[in-house]
Each structure stands twice: as C-alpha cells, then as structure tokens.
C-alpha cells in the first residue's frame, strides 16, 4: 500500500523499490533507508519477496561483495532491516534471466552472449521505471561457471554471518499466445554451441552451416525434442548446483510468469500510443492457465491502476501466494477464502509446451474447455504429482496423453487411478509395452472395462472413488469440429462436473472461484464468484445461462458493470474498464 | 490506422540454419510492422502485396529480395498514409538495442539504425494553410 501523503518523487522511487506483488528490489535504495521503507509496507500484503540480484553482489570473477564495498550488498544488514520491519520473507534466487534486472541479472563482466529470440532478435525488456534490459545466455559456459560460484559464496555468507532465510529458486516464464515459454529459450549461438556439442555426445548428426558453424543436423521435430531436453538438462543444472549450495535455505522452486515480459511486448509497452491493456489480460489468463505465479514487476503502476490492477488484487491473494508457494492446490487460510475454481490438469511435458495447444485443439478438447471451463483448467508441465497429495485435488480430471508416457510416468498414472482419481488418458501413440502392461494391469487387478463406440473406442474402469477413461485420440482427429466438443460435453457429463455456462462477444474476461459454504448458507453445497473484467474500449455484454443447479444470490463489488436476473439467467453488461462479481450457490444432486 | 506516424518494419532473412523455419531459407520476412498506435494491420499488408506483385500474399509475408521488400514497405506506407517508414533487419535492431538503456533511446533505435524510406505523396504535398503560418521549412 502507497501511503497517499508521499510526494510524486517519493512515490515513484517507492513504486521502482516495491514494484509489484511485495516485491524488495533493496538495490534500488539506500541502504540506510531499507528500514523505514520497509516500516511503512503494509504486512496485510503477505510474505514479502526479495529477489537477489547477482550482477549487484559480482563485479568481476574473483570478488563478491556482500557489504564490503556497497551498504546495499549486505545481506545481513537487509536482513536485520525485514526482521526489525516484522515482515515475513522469502528470498527469491533466479534460476533462470531475470527481466526486471540489468543484463537479466548475470553480473556485466560475464554479459557477452546476448540471449536470443527464434528469429535471432536480442531478448530486450522494459521495466516499470523505463529501463530497457537485455537479456545473456545461460548456456555460455563462464556463465555457469561464475553462477557456480556465485551461489557457493551465498550460501557461505548465509551461513557465516547466520543469515537464517528461506531461499526460493526463481524460474521466470513469459507467456505467448496459449503458451508459457521459459527465460531459458535462447537462440543465441552460445546455445547452439552447447547443443551441438550435447548432440555429439549423444551420437546424434551435426553438419557445418554456410557460416563454418556446427548445427544439428536432425529433422525439425527430432531437433525440437533434442533441444527441449538440452535445455532442461541445463534448467536442471542450475537448480541442482542452486539447492546444493544453500541446502539448509532451499525451500524449492517457483514458477514466475513475468506480465509484459514476453520479448515482443517492448514495442507496444515502448510507445505511449499503444493500447495493450486486453493482451495484458490475455498474458494473466495463460498464465494462469499454466500454473504460474503472476508478477507485475514490469508493469508501471499508472497501467495496474484499472482493470488489470483490480484482476491482480482479486486473485493474488495473500493467502493465494502461500498456497501456491506451498505448491497447494487449495487456498489455506480462515474460512470464507475463495480459492479458484479448477476441472482439469492436462499433464504436457513443459519442455515440449509450445506444442500442446495445437494438440488439444486437434481432439477438440481445447476448443471444449475453453468455451466452456473458462480459466478452470491447468496445464500441469512437470509430471511431479506433488499437489496430488492435497486432498482437496481429487475431483479433478487429469487429462495424459500416450505420446508423452514412459515407464515411470504410465505407472503413476495408473497409481493415481488406484489411489482414487479421475483419470482421462489417449491411448494413441501409447507405445506397445505401455499398452500390454495396461492390459495386465486390468487382468490382475481384476477390473471390469466397458466399452463405448462415440466417436472413437471408449473404454471406462472404475474403481472405487478412481476412474480411469481410455480413448484413441487418432480417431477423435479427424472428426468435424462440433463432433469433438460434443464427445467431450458427454464426457465432462459422464464425470457428473457442475458448471455454470457463459455465453457472450469475444473477448470476455472472467474467472470463476469457488468457497466452502458459511453457517447462514447450509442450503447450498459450495459458493462459486464469477468476476468479470472488461479491458477492452468497447462494452461488454454477456449471459450467465440458468441452471437447476445453481441459485444466483448477489453482485459484488460492481464498478462501472450491471447484472440483471432474468428467466433464462443473469445477463450482464460491463462498460469499457469495468468490473464486477456475482455469487452462485451450487446445490449438489 | 492512425494516419501521421511514422510506420516500422522489422525484418528476419532466412539463413540455412534457421531449422526452426527450413522453408524461409534464401527469403526475407516480416517479422514486425508498426506505427506508434499499433501494428499494421495484415489486410493493408495483403491489399499492398497484391497491388505490387499480383499474387496472394502469404501470412507471414515473404521476398525473395531486399529490394521487392523496400518497395512493399513504401506500398503500404502510402497506403496507411505515413509520412515515413523505417526499415530495419533484425542485425540493424539488435546493434540499437545494445546502445538503448531507456525507454527514450529504445524509441529513437527505428530512426537511428533503420533505413529511411519517406513517403512522397505526403512529403510532396507542401505545408497546408496553417503549415505556410506556423511550419519550420521555410526557405531561407
């Protein structure tokens, strides 16, 4: 919270310290004034995070300073300062290029190899306060080299001078259209060296270029899966030599989507001419969809004052931020919490993710869910299963997929299935030892499939709470496209989901939440809020269809937005940049 | 459109080991094309592509040489009635952006390092009535 008594000079250095979400950018202050800075943040807001700058603490390979030469590099003292404020912290330790940091935060002495873009463009980004940073590679050698180092003096010094914090990896996403891309794609030569040379290892071709340069010399999808996996054998690298070097720190890691951080939007953020307040909130929607943790770090906070500054105070909850830190799936916290309101995982290997949306579209599913589980869907790139530990998690529908199954994976599918969940998997492109364990599977187990023709073969096991659905997506593809969503509407209704059904002009923002009912609302099962935004210039009309299901019981919080009730449901109409939320209660049965 | 500004257009060429886009090797191709409100939109693109070459443009649209591609920018210049457009190859872009460190010197990269082609039917127009008062191009 900004205290409003501030001069405008007072509030934009406030503004570049605390850019967004709690974030303490300490390098950007005195160090004398870390202190009352910190007194005047409100603790209302959450754990506060600070992110570490490496560049700052390096200036050439062999010293580090950690309060040596600059007050602002002493960690100690920083972390005197949020001790003495009362704040709870979080130390955020980049495991990838960071966007809000010069140079992506490697220290200049080693900021030779530019990061680049798929067309070979420098990865330029532009802070909140109208700095342009650019991005260098990860996969320079030195790099690695000098970040080794780096995090073995941190953790020394934590150790030494008894600086006893959570310290967080940082893994910075920027989001595309549908897709989540990491900080780590590179296409700068650095990273073509490294992929060749991991190409040879693996005993697999490389030619010379026009150039004299060594390149793969693989077809494009064999080299697309070769690079995915060279880049996460790197990811995997850092983090691994993160966690060792400040193993009584390590707290894990987290995935950041950085809100007008993808390497394209530097042209309409450069120009004061440019509306991209709808693209903005078309970045919060895929990131939510990709389970990211937003960051509006980038973002000035003249932009965040409207719709996308109400987007981000609904749902970056602080109870919101612990659950998701504490890699939960439900909101903790005192009764009452809306958490969001989630149907599906669709588990899609991350290092291939720029392929999963065309996929999904191919089977219909995307086109399903979209238009009618808007925002209640997660894509799930890493197949950890740590959040299937929660409780709360099992009415989800997991959605695999047998070209992306291995061994290890097929068995904690079918683990899942036995310990209760609802499973939906492809069978297509199952490999044929996957399939015959499959079968023996439902043999020793002594499961009772039944079989349906819609569409394409569907075979269905249930075992107690657990129900495992096996389709051939090959099938599905060639059918037409109202075709396909139906196959999927009959099976969302096989899994008895309850939603309710919002029809409008594209584009429409909203999303859904859901709470455990209150004392006075015993009556209804659940409480789900539907909150609508309206970036755009224009006015927004839609219509919640009625269902039996379902009773609407208010408006919350209407800016600038009506909601009228009516026999087919509620129609809604929200002006250019505004916003409201209606309360449903949800009867089961 | 917004008529009065100045238009960008930032383009890749495909070299061979761009295995991500094999069948843009050997071709130029524009990767972005904006003015200061926004980007050009695609239609002016295609209705500027067909008028000079007398085919379908494709999405993106391709040259096969730098020239073809400076005389499509100046086709669409006129069209959206700019009063100049800046071209820049994606080298030419990334020698500005290591120079910029602010926002300010970022905006100047198009006209600092990218070729200036201007459009004659607005620079041959001559100053209107209250460009013959206030204008600066007076003769000395």
């Known amino acids: ?589 | 459109m917004k008529e009065g500004l100045a238009i960008n257009l930032i383009y890749h060429f495909g070299h061979d080991v761009d295995s991500e886009f094999p069948d843009l090797a050997g071709r130029y191709r524009i990767l972005y094309f904006f003015s200061e409100a926004g980007p050009v939109s695609f239609e002016s693109q295609e209705a500027t592509y067909v008028k000079l070459f007398n085919r379908p443009a494709t999405h993106p649209v391709t040259f096969t040489s730098l020239d073809d591609l400076k005389e499509f920018a100046m086709g669409v210049c006129q069209l959206v009635k700019a009063p100049e457009v800046f071209v820049l190859s994606v080298q030419d872009y990334n020698v500005g952006v290591e120079a910029a460190r602010d926002v300010r010197a970022f905006r100047e990269i198009y006209r600092r390092y990218g070729l200036n082609l201007s459009n004659p039917d607005i620079i041959n127009r001559g100053p209107g009535l209250f460009g013959k008062f206030f204008g600066n191009n007076r003769k000395p």
Not at chain 1, 334 to 343: H, Q, S, T
Request: hydrophobic share 40%.
């Open chain 1, 1 to 589: 919270m900004l205290d409003i008594s501030l001069t405008p000079s007072e509030v934009k250095e406030t503004e570049s310290i605390f850019p967004g979400e709690n974030w303490f950018c300490y390098w950007r202050t005195s160090a004398a004034l870390w202190e009352s800075k910190l007194a005047a943040l409100s603790k209302a807001g959450g754990p506060l995070f600070v992110p570490l700058y490496w560049g700052f603490h390096s200036e050439n390979a062999e010293t580090f300073d950690f309060g040596e030469q600059k007050p602002e590099a002493d960690l100690a003292r920083l972390n005197r300062a949020i001790q003495n404020s009362g704040h709870e912290a979080v130390w955020l330790l980049p495991l990838t290029p960071s966007p809000f940091q010069p140079n992506g935060g490697l220290p200049s002495f080693i900021a030779r190899n530019p990061a680049l873009d798929v067309h070979g463009m420098t990865q330029s980004f532009l802070d909140s306060d109208g700095s342009v940073h650019k991005m260098h590679s990860f996969y320079d050698p030195r790099v690695y080299q000098a970040f080794r180092k780096w995090v073995w003096q941190l953790g020394q010094v934590l150790s030494a001078k008894d600086i006893s914090v959570p310290v967080r990896g940082m893994r910075g996403y920027w989001v595309g259209p549908q897709t989540a891309h990491s900080y780590l794609e590179d296409h700068s030569p650095a990273f073509l060296a490294g992929f060749t040379r991991f190409l040879k290892q693996q005993k697999l071709p490389v030619r010379l270029s026009d150039e004299g340069h060594e390149v793969p010399n693989l077809p494009v999808s064999e080299e697309k899966i070769q690079s995915a996996r060279y880049r996460k054998l790197i990811a995997d690298l850092y983090t691994q030599t993160a966690s060792e070097s400040l193993t009584t720190h390590w707290t894990g890691e987290q995935d950041y989507g950085f809100l007008g951080g993808a390497p394209q939007d530097i042209f309409p953020r450069s120009s004061d001419l440019w509306s991209h307040q709808s693209e903005l909130m078309q970045d919060l929607w895929t990131q939510q969809d990709w389970s990211l943790l937003p960051s509006s770090v980038l973002i000035p906070t003249r932009v965040k004052r409207g719709v996308i500054g109400k987007f981000l105070k609904d749902h970056l909850t602080p109870s919101f931020v612990r659950a998701s830190l504490q890699q939960q799936v439900a909101e903790e916290g005192e009764a009452g919490n809306f958490a969001p309101l989630v149907f599906f995982d669709v588990f899609w290997d991350e290092d291939l993710a720029m392929d999963a949306p065309a996929a999904l579209e191919s089977l219909g599913l995307l086109g399903h869910m979209q238009r009618d589980y808007h925002g209640c869907w997660r894509w799930r790139g890493r197949f950890d299963f740590i959040r299937e530990t929660d409780d709360d998690n099992n009415n989800r529908l997991k959605f695999f997929f047998g070209t992306q199954m291995d061994r290890t994976r097929f068995q904690q599918v079918l683990r899942l299935f036995l310990n209760g969940q609802k499973v939906v998997l492809d069978r297509s492109g199952l490999e044929p030892v996957l399939e015959k364990k499959l079968q023996l599977f439902m043999v020793e187990n002594e499961l009772v499939p039944q079989d349906i023709n819609f569409l394409t073969k569907i075979t269905m096991i249930r075992l107690g709470e657990g129900m495992l659905l096996l389709h051939d997506g090959t099938k599905l593809k060639d059918q037409a496209l109202p075709k396909k969503i139906a196959f999927w509407e009959h099976v969302t209704k096989y899994m008895q989901l309850r939603h309710l059904v919002v029809r409008g002009e594209e584009p429409l923002f909203y999303t859904w939440k859901t709470r455990a009912t209150g004392t006075f609302e015993l009556k209804y099962d659940e409480i789900r809020r539907l909150s609508i935004y309206n970036p755009t210039p224009h006015r927004m009309k839609c219509q919640v269809q009625g269902s039996k299901q379902f009773a609407f019981l208010k408006v919350v919080d209407p800016m600038q937005a009506q909601a009228k009730s009516t026999p087919m449901g509620v129609d809604i109409e929200v002006m250019a940049g505004g916003w409201l939320s209606l309360d449903f209660g949800h009867f089961e049965g």
